[in-house]
């Protein structure tokens, strides 16, 4: 099967490409990136006047409840989550149940992706044992059946020793450790920034300190052992300005932010207590929401992720200090960005395109996707002038527990192409 | 906002002064004397129409009877719908047990009130006999209560308003019959 | 009639609310003192009592005030609750409503409850303390009782000292107080202290020695011994020592400056007992206003409901 691609607006800031083309895409691969292509025969023809043609999407940091928490999320759930948000790639994070830190559990994802049949699904691995943070996991066995990345998102690694034990052990391999910044004694029963909207709303604070020491702890470790380091969603000024001054050194330090923490705020968090905003790290201070999106305009914050963390209606569905963390964001993630910051002219389409499809591939080492002819046909069409409107039904995904409900968003991606396969088709999923 | 006028003005200051002073010589007589009698106005206009028919019983019989005041906010059958802005104390500083009581207020309506301050009342003891006094009974009674005195009675239609004014309060003292609809519109209350 | 529906915090609540609400207790001041100490204003209303931690005075408080307004009221909580069992909160709270009350008390060891029970009933929800968050009817009856001693609440210097961060006590009467006019000084170890103390617009000191001579109103909170979880102080003795009421520290107050605590007291703690029985201790005039100021807060919160007979 070929599509031919009309006119569509390609960028691709690897190629400084930024223009109308067409594109022919056959087998796996971009067979012509031309201007003016004749259509011939066996060719399905996409008009896409008016549309943005990128290199497929990726989101590298998503929960996918598979293994043991199914009713949240499957492989299957969350593939469609992300083939309707308009990515071609996701990394799921290790903490499942049992824990993704054997090769046999880094190949069970990988085969129940297959079998979706839509994006692909890079898992990432636990450095340790369990995530218990206690003994190393099986790195390399998991690097051998196709992990991507290494990382005990959810808690972080609370012992230096330990994390550095990690990061030296990874260093060996051509992949990076990714951090999730929480030091456990300082944030203890923490469920909301500290400050202001701890005093407000009466709860325990998470202070930013508890985020602002692991980062500068890990950079440091990651100067010691030479270990390429990722920090996971950063959500504060200070710990940016930490990222900041290591690349300044040259170390080898990438991070990533979601949404939530770009577009809201501890003042979102009203009386109502609305647990969907109940997030680790928690929303912080409009001055760190400000430094964030700053970051990602600079290129500062090397990606745009979502820590898609899909929960049951009852575990969001109660009073905040026992509701679960997180919110899900795989199918919001690309509107609030081209709604925010695009459409607003304060992010160019090649930034965009850069945070969202061309930084997360190098971070995980996967094989880049260029607009050019014999890529791999890995692409996302994006209609920058079509509107969507956040509710529940609006969701692929198994859990509905959005921050974003209520919202109507200008932008979204209309079609994804994985190995030239159309797995999403005018907004619907294959 | 306009000034608006009563649609009439049944009994003037004169004549209720001659009607409290009818009214005195009908408890005097009913009660053979008035050494045993308290008199309890409910609040608001009902307390200053007790003082003064004690006024005026004073000035017959030499010596004044025992006075209090009785606040029914909290015993009314609508306090869904109308909670008293300000509310005042009830004061009855004397012991009602074996008592006999007259209950004085401005209008006999509906009875409710009536109802309410009876209820009240009995809260506080047991009187040997309650009696009322109105200055103003116009009718549509919806409970079975009927005043012992009264300084003039009033027919008067659902549509009105039945108004006594006293000068502690209003500054003049009459009975004044409103236009409902007219009132509710000058966003009056009292 | 109140600007709110709900009593949920005193950060909603206008001055206009608060006098009302105080005026209103004074008013059953009168039916407190005398034989039959009850009126039928809330009669046939169905009250919910819903303690969800365990508490004996404000339980006993609101069963009181709700008698003495001829309400019906069921309390549930503690090992009864189904809460306990594992049913969410939102199906406890659909399950009572579906029997039709009109209002629920909401005690609670999580912040936000009673909010969530307003999503879930038509019902009116009074907070009867929700986590560290509020307590907004102990606010009002240490207001009651202050008025009542000074006659005013403007211009008061109060200082709120202890526990102030795990304290919903402080939470509430803090901004309770600024609202109507009074200046609060918040006063506790390092330790103890609240997050952001300009949120409540008031000073933060861990001196008590510094300020007690400028206050006329010295308001201890509860050291709330089963929240410390880790080491938030060293000892009871040294607690005492730097931060407790004795009659030291009480004779440097102000002459008719008064003492309040919310209670229960761990004596020889935050207060000494000596200072609780002293002259200046306002804490059993707090209990009795308890009573005086949850009736007036049922009987003007359920009065405004529009669904009543005609006059």
Known sequence: MAFLLKSAHVVDPQLGLDDIRDVLIEGKEIKAVEKGIECGEDMEVIDCSGKYLVPGLVDMHVHFRDPGFEYKETMETGARAATHGGFTDVATMPNTDPVIDTGTGVRYQIDRAHAANLCHVRPIGSLTRGQKGEALAEIGDMVMEGACAFSDDGHGVQSAGMMRTCMDYVSQFDRVAIAHCEDESLTVHGVINEGRASTRLGMFGWPALGEEMEIYRDIELCRLTGCPLHIAHISTAKGLELVKAAKAEGLPVTCEVTPHHLFLNEEDISSVYDTNLKMNPPLRLKSDMEALVEGVIDGSIDCVVTDHAPHAQHEKDCEWEIAFFGTIGLETSLPLMLNNLVRTGKMSWSRLVEVMAVRPREVLRLRPVRIEVSSRADLTLIDPASEVTVDADYFESLSKNSAFLGQTLVGVATDVFVDGRHTLKDGIVA | ?190 | MLSVKHLIDTYSLTADDITQILDTAASFEEVNNRAIKKVPALRGRTIVNLFLEPSTRTKSSFELAEKRLSADSLSMGGSTSSVVKGESLADTIQTIDAMNVDMFICRARLAGTPQKITENTDAIVINAGDGKHQHPTQAMLDLYTIRKNFGHLDDLKVAIVGDLAHSRVCGSLAPALKTMGADVTLVGPPTFQVDDPDWFGCPQTSSLDEVIEDMDVVYMLRVQLERMEGAAIPSRREYNRLYGLDMRRVKRMKDDAIICHPGPMNRGMEINADVADCARSRILDQVNAGVLTRMAEMYLLLGGENNGVSA
């Open chain 2, 1 to 190: 906002m306009e000034q608006l006028a009563p649609k009439a003005t049944i009994m003037d200051g004169q004549a209720m002064e001659r009607a409290v002073v009818r009214i005195a010589h009908e408890i005097i007589e009913h009660n053979e004397g008035a050494a045993n009698i308290a008199l309890v106005g409910i609040i608001r206009r009902g307390e200053t129409l007790a003082r003064q028919l004690a006024q005026a019983i004073e000035k017959i019989e030499g010596s004044s009877p025992k006075i209090g005041s009785l606040d029914i906010s909290f015993y009314r059958d609508d306090v869904t719908r109308n909670i008293a802005p300000v509310l005042h104390s009830t004061n009855i500083p004397f012991k009602i047990d074996d008592a006999h009581i007259v209950l004085v207020d401005d209008v006999l309506y509906t009875g409710r009130t009536v109802r309410s301050a009876l209820n009240a009342l009995m809260d506080y003891g047991r009187p040997r006999t309650v009696q009322l006094a109105v200055m103003v009974d116009r009718g549509h009674r919806e409970l079975p209560i009927r005043a012992d005195y009264v300084g003039k009675n009033v027919p008067s239609s659902h549509e009105e308003d039945v108004r006594v004014c006293v000068k502690p309060l209003d500054g003049h003292d009459a009975v004044e019959i409103w236009d409902v609809k007219k009132q509710e519109i000058a966003g009056g209350t009292r």
